[in-house]
């Protein structure tokens, strides 16, 4: 069973983080609605069925154009926010 998400991310292009994540901590369908296509398309190719976790450690702190964060950034953060509340659940 997969439990899907959907994130409001901040300081980006990017609009919305959509994903699920099914009972082993996989991540799945990661779509971005807004910011740029091209390389987001890439990142939820590159995440497909990735531990969610190891995945919010590696894109932790990646930084766009001095921003503070970047869309990979925003998706680590919801990622985190999503794996407490499964351990909170």
Do not use: W
């Not at 740029?36 to 976790?53: F, R, T, Y």
């Amino acid at each position: 069973m997969m439990k899907n998400y959907s994130y409001q991310p901040q300081g980006v292009c990017s609009k919305q983080i959509d994903f699920s994540i099914d009972e082993a901590g996989k991540l799945h369908d990661v779509q971005f609605t807004g910011g740029c296509p091209g390389n987001l398309a890439a990142i939820s190719k590159l995440v497909e069925g990735a531990d969610a976790a190891n995945i919010a450690a590696m894109l932790k702190g990646n930084d766009c154009r001095g921003r503070g964060t970047s869309c990979a950034d925003q998706l680590s953060k919801a990622l985190s926010e999503a794996l407490a509340d499964v351990k909170g659940a």
